[in-house]
Each structure stands twice: as structure tokens, then as C-alpha cells.
Nanobody, 120 residues
Framework: QVQLVESGGGLVQAGGSLRLSCVAS????????MGWYRQAPGKQRELVAT???????NYADSVKGRFTISRDNAKNTVYLQMNNLKPEDTAVYYC??????????????WGQGTQVTVSS
């Protein structure tokens, strides 16, 4: 089994910064893409950013130029640096990983989520 644990959420004023971290642990052989998604109240979960194991990145238009995704493959960790935060960034942020386990199964895993609240 594989677990994803996020950290780094919190309350910040508009224009501020936060850094989210997500550590994957368990029966991991390798991790393909990792990413961050978010879900605001009353809205569907949406992609924020993804990064492949080759460090290719993809961002939602709404966060381009403000957010940076990165990963440390040795630590099975993905980060999301969020700058110039806006109230509309308020949401629960979820980590996602495309994992090949040591039993050679490919599965998609989610973290439990971390709340980010941006006040105006």
C-alpha cells in the first residue's frame, strides 16, 4: 500500500506565500507523475500543477507565473511553492501520485488534503 501525506497549508493574507509538501511512502518501486489538485467549496476538483519524473511541468492557467511545482525523487516528495496568493486560491489542496508498486502494479493515489485559506 502507498500513502501520501500533505503538509504546509494554512491561513495567509492575499499577496502572501505558502509552500506545500507531499511525501509518498510505502511499497513504491517508482513514481511517474506527481501533482497537486484543489477543490473549493461547491466546486469540482481541478488540476493545479503536475510534474513528471523527468521534471516536465504543467500548470493551470490560473496559477501560471505564481505557483511552482517541483519534486525530489530521492525523497518521493513533491512541493508546491505558491506566491502572490489570491482569495480565489482558497481550497483544499490534494496531492496525487501515479505509482508503480513493488508488486508491479500501477495505481493512482491521493493524499488526505490540506486546507489553504487566503484572506483579502
Amino acid at each position: 500500500q502507498v500513502q501520501l501525506v500533505e503538509s504546509g497549508g494554512g491561513l495567509v493574507q492575499a499577496g502572501g506565500s505558502l509552500r506545500l509538501s507531499c511525501v509518498a511512502s510505502g511499497s513504491i518501486f517508482t513514481i511517474n507523475a506527481m501533482g497537486w489538485y484543489r477543490q473549493a467549496p461547491g466546486k469540482q476538483r481541478e488540476l493545479v500543477a503536475t510534474v513528471t519524473n523527468g521534471d516536465s511541468t504543467n500548470y493551470a492557467d490560473s496559477v501560471k507565473g505564481r505557483f511552482t511545482i517541483s519534486r525530489d525523487n530521492a525523497k518521493n516528495t513533491v512541493y508546491l511553492q505558491m506566491n502572490n496568493l489570491k482569495p480565489e486560491d482558497t481550497a483544499v489542496y490534494y496531492c496525487n501520485a501515479d505509482v508503480i508498486t513493488r508488486s508491479w502494479r500501477r495505481s493512482n493515489y491521493w493524499g488526505q488534503g490540506t486546507q489553504v485559506t487566503v484572506s483579502s
